[in-house]
């Protein structure tokens, strides 16, 4: 029987793909230069971007799946967002907490969550209202310096937070 990987293992293994994929983001925009891009670069952009936010969505679900048994019902985020600020911890609330709501508008596009992380004064990564968001229609900016390693690192310490 094979022993599952814990945590901070899948989100390593998220991490280097997510490297992986930017590396490939960062290669095409270079061949591409001051040019316009042919549809076979667009592609490759468009489908790199497209893995980032499905390893995101990923992570988080996993994350999420495997310390919901620090709660007995309920929102989960919800739930860590309350019991970080009672434990002293009101900034890793609030950044998980915006990166559950990043995760669900990545997932289901405008609503709730996206009206929710508009609202917040200081974002930890870019968040387009649905009149500035690109050709893509991305709402959030997963290939944004720091977004990934921020979503990971949130998660890290949530986790290293829930197990202590």
Do not use: C, W
Not at 3 to 13: C, D, G, H
Not at 35 to 62: C, K, M, R, Y
Not at 134 to 155: K, Y
């Amino acid at each position: 029987m094979e022993v599952s990987q814990s945590v901070p293992e899948l989100i390593a293994a998220a991490q280097a793909n997510a490297d992986m994929h930017k590396l490939k983001i960062d290669e095409t925009l270079a061949s591409m230069g001051e040019e316009q891009g042919s549809e076979p670069q667009l592609n490759d952009l468009q489908a790199a971007t497209s893995a980032i936010e499905l390893l995101a969505v990923d992570i988080f679900a996993v994350f999420e799946a495997r310390m919901q048994h620090h709660f007995k019902r309920g929102p989960f985020s919800r739930k860590l967002k309350a019991l970080l600020t009672r434990a002293g911890q009101p900034e890793l609330a609030h950044k998980i907490y915006q990166y559950y709501l990043a995760i669900n508008v990545l997932k289901h596009g405008i609503g709730s969550s996206h009206r929710e992380l508009l609202q917040f004064p200081n974002q930890f990564f870019d968040v387009k209202s649905a009149k500035d968001s690109d050709a893509s229609g991305s709402l959030i900016d997963v290939t944004a310096q720091g977004f990934f390693e921020g979503l990971t690192t949130a998660i890290l310490e949530s986790y290293t937070f829930l197990e202590r």
